[in-house]
Nanobody, 125 residues
């Protein structure tokens, strides 16, 4: 079955950096566009970044543009989220997700078919 396993979360100071990883198994990884979402306590899950199957096209929420970078290594079945210049408002559980439809949008959770269990990111001020 499909599994997505996130890692790399933790505690960072404001202005610091973290890199999240998401290792996929049970699917032909390069055929699946991927996304990162986050959910803070009491808030809805929100789109952070997306990347197409080849890694050529990337998409970002305005709140993270210029600070976060999504990338993928199809040989390693892994997608990454490099997070720089972290802010306290970036504190959330971060989830990676995979979607079957190659040409649909990236920013709606409903577009995604598979989800990881999430990894906590906490940014202190």
């Amino acid at each position: 079955q499909v599994q997505l396993v996130e890692s790399g979360g933790g505690l960072a100071q404001a202005g610091g950096s973290l890199r999240l990883s998401c290792k996929a198994s049970g699917l032909t990884f390069g055929s699946y566009p991927m996304g990162w979402f986050r959910q803070a306590p009491g808030k809805e899950r929100e789109f952070v970044a997306g990347i197409n199957g080849s890694g050529v096209s990337t998409y970002y929420a305005d709140s993270v543009k210029g600070r976060f970078t999504i990338s993928r290594d199809n040989a390693k079945n892994t997608v990454y989220l490099q997070m720089n210049s972290l802010k306290p408002e970036d504190t959330a559980i971060y989830y990676c997700a995979a979607k079957r439809r190659y040409y649909s949008g990236y920013d709606s959770p409903a577009e995604y078919n598979y989800w990881g269990q999430g990894t906590q990111v906490t940014v202190s001020s």
